[in-house]
Structures are given as C-alpha cells and as structure tokens.
C-alpha cells in the first residue's frame, strides 16, 4: 500500500503541472465567459426591440399589427407616408435602433381578399457576428408574432380566407443596410448565414495554423536546446538572421501547407451546415472579393504567421526542454483564441473603443477580419491592419535576432536557478 | 601573431563572476589545455572564446579578429566541440555532415564530408540515423564534423568525454593528426593523463582565475612529481 501511495503520489506530481492545468482552466473561463455571454444575449432577447415604423395602411389588420409594435418593442419613430423613409431610418439610426418596418398599402384589404399583405423591413445591422444575428432575432420574433395574431383573428372570426393565407398572412420583403451598402433581399441572418466562410472558417483555420505552426518553432528551439545541437548551430559561420529567418519560413511554409490541408477538410464540413442559404450566392449581391482583395488576404496571412511565428521564437528562447516548450504554446493558443472568438461571434465595428485596440493590437486578428472587411470596402482595417502587423513582426524578428546575440539564449535559466537557490537559501 | 590572445578576460553571468581577469595565448600548431576543477570557468571560458557568450571585459583575439567586434569572422575560422554536443538525431551520420559541410564550402564539399565520415570511422553505421547511435558513436560523429573543416583554431571541451579507452585513444591519434595538418587545438579536460599526452601547454583555472601555467614537463619538475594528476592536486589544494 505504502509503495502504491508512492507511485500514485508520484504519478500525480508529474501530471499536475502548469503546462497540464492552465490550459484546461483557461478553456473552462473561455466556456464559462461564452456561456455568461450567452445568457446576457438571452436577456437581450427578452427586452423590446428599438425600431420605427411606417403605416400606410388603416384596415383592421394594419392596426393589429401597429398595436403588437407598440406593444411589445421601443418606438422611435411612427409615420402614416412612406416619403419618410429615410427620416424614419435616420431616426432608427440615431436611436440605436435595429429596423424600420413598414406596413405596405392595402395590407388588410390584400389579405381580406386572399392575397399576403406586405411588411418591408429596412434593416440597419451593426455587425456580422453571430451576437448581432440573436440582436435581429428580436424583429424577426415581432414580426412572427403579428403573423400570429393576424392568424389567430382570421380564424377566429372565421372569415372565408384560405388556410395558405391563414397561416402566412404577410409577405416580409427584407432591405439592409450594412456598412454603407444597401441589400436588397436580404435580412441580417441571411447576410450572416453567406458570411459564414468568413466568420468561420478562415478564423478557425487562421488559429489552427498559428498553433500547429507555432508549436513547431517553439519546439524545434527546445529541441534544439534538449538535444545539446543549438551550441554547435551557434558556432558555425551563419548569421544569427539566417538560424532565425530560416526556423520561421520552414515554419511558415509547413504552416501553410497544413492549412491548405485544413481549409479543404473544413470547407466540406462549413458546406454541410449551409443549408440555410443554399442558392444564394455572395456575388450575385455585389459582396464578390476581387482578385486584388484576395492579395490583401494573402499579405495579410502571411505578415500574421510570420508575426506569430517569430513570436513563438521568442517565447522558444525561454525553452529549457521539449516539456516546457509544451507550456510555452499556451499564451500563443490564447492570443489565437481571443481574435477567433470575437471575430466569429461579433463584428470588429460593433465592439467597445478598449476591446477594439485589443483585437487589433493582436496580430492574429487581422487575417481573420480581412475577408469580411474587403467585401465591404474596409479597406482602411486591412491595410491598416498589415501595416501593423509588418511593422509587431520586424520588431519582433530583430527581439529575437538580439536574443540570439545575447547569452540569454543560453544562460537564460540561470536568473531562474540562482532565484531558486535564493528562495531555498531563505527558507532555511 | 598568435592564434588565440586573451587579456583581462572577465565573464559575469548577473552578480556571478564566473572568469575573473584571465590571460593567455596560445601560438599556432600548439595544444593548449584549460584544466581545473569542476565550476572552475572552463566551459565558460570556452564558450566566450567560441563567440557563444559575450565578454564581460577583456578582450580575445582569434589570428587578426576580434571576438567582441568580428564574432562572425571570428566562426569562419573556429571549430567549437561542447563536452556535451548532440547532433539531429532524425538525421544520418552523412546527411549530418553535409549539413554542417554546407555552411563552410562549395568547392570541396565532398572531400570534407569524406574526411568527417572518415574520423568517425564508423563504418557503415554512418548511413544510420543518429538516434540509432552509442553514446561513442555520436561523440565519434561529433569529432570528425568538428575536424572535418581544417580549422584554424579547434576548440575541444572534452574531446574524449564518455569514451570507451579504445575510442578515446583513437580520438587523441586524431587530434595529434589535426595539429600536424596545421590546426591549433584549446581543449579542456578532466583526464590528467589525456592532459599530459596531448598538450604542449597547460593553464590551471581554479575559480576563475589561472593559478599555473606551463610546460606539461616543465610543471612536474617544478613541483617535483611524476605526473600532471599530482601537480594538479598540489597546486588546486
């Protein structure tokens, strides 16, 4: 028993270390914070909607449907013309507000007379995250609910309208507006739905390839380090530029590869849930990313995984071994997790000022908003975005250049042990 | 000119002083040995000489370069073994050598890979990975890429550490080899008897600082004992 305890408590020691804890605490916060976040959008839910709207119509069901407005969401604006419209929007704009919606012409007699009535939205959507999808959810919950009601009273009354009408009284024609473009067609889930490839896939790609490729740096350092070949690689006539330039760009280019591996797998797996938005076509909404667009990305994935990579350098100078290395990964995987996350589930332009200069200060998060930026002409993010990347990866290349100058490379664990010996010398 | 010319040679790591203001030289074609007690500043002397680490103070000469000013010219003509060197293990003996071969030469590449494949003599294990290697195969390796280039200046911290009397013997013909082909050789050590058979001069390195330096020969008859083991005990104790 007294040798099993031994091996158990043993086992225990070496298992329990920094590099096995952190990262299961630190995913259980990131899971912790998403589902907090989730319950805040929840409650949003359930607070009124801010919206205008405009009623052309004076029949019974138009007014049913503007009592179940007021009722149950924050009106900033209300008018009986459609010529002001664009008041009415500015309103809404101005007010924070999500849509204008109007109840078209005839809308009760169209019904009566077994025709749908129209409901035009105007949508003024903020951002393409998914958190801005839920915000819009609230409209679209309104409008179901005056479908509802018209439903209910049809039947009710038990008029002579057919059951097709009876249960779809209302044709919804969908316009956004979304960073200065208008889109006909098309609501903000839709919109969202046809920018899944951009708000998905790219940032789970872009993360997985920081990772994996950063993970190889900072190991091949460590190994290096561990299999005692870093002191000869030091000695040998090769400019300190050159070990450094060329552990990135191998990197690099094992990085893109994998992410070329990754992007197919992930592309069929994207397609398989795109359903909802089959038929429709990014392009044939003028959201097309040219092929000049398409270079932006490329400069902006490259300048990132460089950025990363020497990053990753820096952090494998701190490496003692092929174990710590392991631990040296974490704070690489969170700077990834951060901008992947935010990127999927809210839009950059709708976040406060401070968490702004925290996504854009970190560098992995430019590639990942480049797509979705270029289609709507933010073409001041992305190339703003490279310039600062350009500028974090030499500064981050020449750190490590001088690092590699410096003895820290190689005594770089001596303040470390001389502390320990310090802090041992204390004790006793 | 001498091939290696230290003064005042200081080396701090943070408050530790690990080299205290040492001086030496070494002249070409000579074997000079650096031999003290454990934590003496060997190594360390070593390493700054190899351009790993920076100089605290002093200076160091290899030939006509500087080693705090021109440590990349310096690398052009130097040949660093660690006592503890590995090499790629997911590599060959060859594909390891040739790696090395590539950053020195394109005109006779071959022949240097020839020469190192050669010093390690091991036969046709050299086409085995690294990871497949005896701890004396792999420091066998490590000789022959360290020789293999002609330096001028070889550095050798523990040439024969870990190997078997067979192969270390071997190792000391090699190096005795190397210095006839033009190489001067500083190497350090812990076997008085390696000490005494290779060099032509010797400095003790106790805590920093040279405390004894001379003549293998020269020293024993200063301190009237037979071998270089005593005078290294009498002078350390």
């Known amino acids: 028993m007294k040798s099993l305890n031994n091996i158990i408590k043993k086992e225990m020691k070496e298992l329990l270390t920094p590099a096995t804890i952190i990262p299961i605490i630190a995913m259980a916060f990131i899971f912790g914070s998403i589902g907090t976040s989730m319950e805040g959008i929840q409650e949003g839910l359930n607070e009124k909607p801010v919206i205008g709207y405009i009623v052309q119509d004076t029949g019974d069901l138009a007014i049913l449907a503007t009592s179940i407005l007021d009722n149950r969401s924050e009106i900033v604006f209300n008018s009986t013309s459609i010529d002001d419209k664009s008041i009415g929007l500015e309103q809404v704009t101005q007010n924070d507000g999500l849509a204008l919606i109007v109840i078209t012409q005839n809308f009760s007699e169209n019904i009566h007379n077994e025709k749908q009535g129209g409901i035009e939205v105007y949508w003024i959507m903020k951002g393409a995250g998914i958190m801005d999808s839920i915000s819009s959810e609230a409209v679209e919950q309104l409008i179901r609910s005056i479908n509802y009601q018209i439903s209910k009273n049809l039947i009710e009354e038990n008029t002579t309208v057919n059951a097709t009408i009876a249960l779809n009284p209302s044709n919804k024609i969908d316009t956004t507006y979304f960073k200065g473009k208008e889109l006909n067609q098309l609501s903000p889930g839709a919109i969202i739905g046809l920018l899944s490839t951009q708000s998905f896939l790219i940032p789970v790609v872009m993360m997985m390839i920081i990772i994996v490729a950063g993970n190889m740096v900072i190991s091949s350092m460590a190994m290096e380090k561990e299999n005692k070949t870093l002191e000869t690689l030091l000695t040998l006539p090769v400019k300190r530029t050159s070990i450094v330039t060329g552990k990135i760009v191998a990197s690099a280019t094992v990085g893109l590869i994998f992410a070329i591996i990754y992007m197919v797998g992930m592309s069929r797996y994207f397609a398989g849930f795109g359903g909802f938005t089959a038929g429709l076509n990014l392009a044939d909404f003028g959201l097309a990313l040219t092929t000049s667009d398409f270079v932006l990305i490329g400069i902006s994935l490259f300048v990132a995984l460089i950025s990363a990579l020497a990053l990753c350098m820096l952090l494998g100078t701190l490496a003692k071994n092929y174990k710590s290395a392991q631990t040296l990964t974490f704070p690489i995987t969170m700077l990834a997790l951060v901008p992947m996350f935010f990127t999927m589930f809210v839009d950059f332009d709708t976040l406060p000022l401070a968490l702004k200069a925290l996504v854009f200060a970190i560098p992995f998060s430019h590639p990942m908003m480049a797509a979705r930026a270029l289609i709507f002409n933010d073409y001041l993010l992305v190339v703003s975005g490279i310039i600062y990347v350009t500028i974090f990866a030499i500064v981050t290349i020449s750190i490590v250049v001088w690092v590699f100058k410096t003895d820290k490379l190689l005594t770089g664990s001596i303040r470390l042990k001389k502390f320990a010996d310090i802090r041992k010398r204390y004790r006793r | ?237």
């Open chain 2, 1 to 237: 000119m001498h091939t290696v010319e230290v003064k005042n040679l200081v080396k701090n790591y943070g408050a530790i002083q690990a080299i205290k203001g040492i001086n030496f030289d070494i002249d070409q074609g000579e074997i000079f040995g650096l031999i003290g007690p454990n934590g003496a500043g060997k190594t360390t002397a070593l390493r700054v000489i190899s351009t790993l680490l920076q100089i605290t103070s002093g200076s160091i000469k290899v030939l006509e370069y500087d080693v705090k000013k021109d440590p990349e010219e310096v690398r052009k003509l130097i040949s660093y073994l660690p006592e503890d060197a590995g090499a790629y293990k997911n590599l060959t003996g060859r594909a390891y050598l040739t790696f090395i071969a590539n950053f020195f030469t394109d005109k006779n590449k071959k022949e240097m890979i020839e020469k190192g494949v050669t010093i390690a003599d091991l036969e046709n294990r050299i086409d085995d990975k690294v990871d497949t290697y005896s701890k004396g195969m792999k420091r066998r390796l490590l000789v022959g890429r360290a020789l293999m280039t002609d330096p001028r200046l070889a550095i050798l911290d523990e040439p024969t550490s870990g190997l078997d009397v067979v192969n270390a013997q071997e190792i000391r013909r090699i190096i005795k080899d190397t210095v006839k082909a033009g190489t001067t050789v500083l190497l350090s050590s812990h076997n008085m008897l390696e000490v005494e058979y290779l060099c032509d001069r010797i400095a003790l390195i106790s805590d920093g600082i040279i405390i004894e330096r001379g003549r293998p020969k020269q020293l024993m008859e200063k301190y009237n004992v037979p071998n270089i083991e005593e005078v290294f005990t009498k002078v350390v104790k």
